[in-house]
């Protein structure tokens, strides 16, 4: 966790801010920020799991790599929800492939559907996108499902987990 992050949510704090939102999808400070702040501090990648688990009987994650893959696993075991979680998959994207994205929509579109069919086929009945520039880029081009099964769009989820 970054020094910044504890400043800025020290100040949110003494500021009146009702609760911290962490959009970072490795849910950097978890336990940290908790301990520090007296108001609530919700996780990105928590709040997603959590209410795909209220949501179906089970769920996958998209990850635009393979280290963000393991992770999400790892994270997953954390929160006690890994028996509810079927393996998710990567698109073997780079940082240098965002940009892209909306260059040829089209084309990453198609990939990720066909990476997501991977997860459905193992029994996933929501998928989380895991990276937040995927997932605002997938929001933004409007795909919401593969084949009907649903697209969790993690920003709402921690939003609405602040909200609550």
Known sequence: MTRQKRKSALRAERDGIDTVAVINTFDHGYYELRELLGIPVVYITESSMYLACQLAPTFSFVTHN???????????????????????????LTYEDFPQLYEKPAEYIARFKETARETIARGATVIMVAGNPLNMFLIDQGVRDIDGIPILDCCTAVVKTAEM
């Open 66 to 92: 393979e280290a963000m893959q393991l992770h999400i696993a790892d994270l997953a075991k954390r929160y006690g929800v890994a028996g509810r979680m079927t393996p998710g998959t990567n698109l073997g």
